[in-house]
């Protein structure tokens, strides 16, 4: 199959976030539609007076797992002092792999795990509110998947791709080097950019400063694409995509050459 199981596009979009993607500031909720994600089912122990709640922008395709490990209660603001030690949480992005354990915030009545404090890049927070005691060993199961239009801004970049190396190797792409993932990555950045606008911190600028490092070596999205259309550096795809006709062969001499070609 040349593209994905997640779209017609190459790679992942858990590449394309683990490669390029901004910080979730640049495209938070209302500014792309929200991911798929299912609501939280307990799957071992009880509900009493505890709830769990997940939301964000998904970076792939999961089937979440949350697992307490250590028990406790959240702290309440009706209550002068914490019951105890707040609970710990593992999470799962496929139901067998557990992250370490990460202790819910101390906030009153609601607490959260942070996405960016577990480093685990899913683009989620988890939400935790009751009264209840959270025991070890009580779990919850979901799934998530990409916002739609993500996926449909990898697509349009991947038709992009196409369209510019179709002179110079078979399209689709029979696999898909490193490198061409990330130009259409760059080519679908931009455009989720300039649809969700900036935001009050300007944080994309961050994304393109004065003077970048591809300006300086040649290596921009833009000049790698610009190279493979010509045929240059396609060395880094696969031989079995090779074969379409290289620009040479369609120079061929001109009517005149013939008179004046010593005899």
């Not at 593209?3 to 500014?31: C, H, I, K």
């Not at 989720?192 to 300006?215: A, N, S, V």
């Amino acid at each position: 199959m040349p593209y994905g199981t997640q779209g017609n596009f190459y790679g992942t979009v858990e590449q394309f976030y683990a490669l390029l993607s901004p910080p979730d500031s640049l495209w938070p909720s209302g500014r792309i539609r929200s991911s798929s994600i299912a609501v939280p089912m307990q799957t071992v122990g009880t509900t009493t007076n505890k709830v769990v709640d997940v939301s964000g922008i998904a970076h792939g395709t999961y089937s979440l797992v949350l697992r307490c490990e250590s028990p406790g209660q959240l702290n309440q603001s009706a209550v002068a002092t914490n019951p105890g030690p707040l609970p710990t949480f593992r999470i799962s992005s496929d139901g067998v792999t557990f992250s370490r354990p990460f202790r819910v915030s101390p906030d009153d009545d609601t607490t959260y795990i942070r996405d960016e404090a577990t480093g685990l890049q899913l683009g989620l927070l988890w939400q935790f509110s009751g009264s209840g005691t959270f025991a070890a060993g009580d779990t919850w199961t979901t799934a998530a998947a990409p916002s739609p239009d993500v996926i449909l801004h990898l697509e349009q970049a991947a038709s992009q791709l196409d369209a510019a190396l179709s002179d110079t190797l078979k399209i689709p792409l029979a696999t898909c080097p490193a490198a061409a993932i990330f130009v259409q990555g760059a080519l679908a950045l931009w455009t989720l950019i300039r649809k969700c606008g900036l935001d009050d911190q300007q944080d994309y600028k961050i994304y393109h400063p004065q003077e970048t490092r591809d300006q300086l070596t040649g290596t921009s999205p833009a000049r790698l694409l610009d190279r493979w259309r010509q045929g240059e550096d396609i060395k880094i795809f696969d031989p079995n995509d090779e074969g379409a006709r290289r620009f040479p062969d369609y120079v061929c001499p001109t009517p005149y050459m013939k008179f004046y070609l010593p005899i």
